[in-house]
């Protein structure tokens, strides 16, 4: 009995992964950016924190705040780059 509801877990959860599939797009750039390694993001959004204070430090406040709204967006690749590491769509494969 135990052996049956684990090959119906198995059926279930590839018939899940297959309807929730990505489309071709989404795999092509899940494929590129699990190659990175997460730190970049991290340090990227580091270095933007930096140069937005040092615009801000020498006066070019728009540039400053221009360049400090790129914080959170690479916060959020970083966030993504790890959920395709651990779960993307190449559970399908």
Known sequence: ?????????HHS???????HSE??????????????????????AFVA?????LFHGTGKRDDGHFVGQWVAPLLLFGVYNKLVKI????RMS
Do not use: C
């Open 49 to 53: 924190i930096g140069v937005s204070m």
């Open 1 to 9: 009995m135990a052996e049956t509801m684990t090959k119906l877990k």
């Open 13 to 19: 959860d590839g018939q899940e992964a297959q309807e």
């Open 23 to 44: 489309g071709n797009v989404a795999r092509t750039i899940e494929a590129q950016t699990a190659k990175m390694p997460s730190d970049v993001w991290l340090w990227a």
């Open 87 to 90: 779960g993307g769509s190449d």
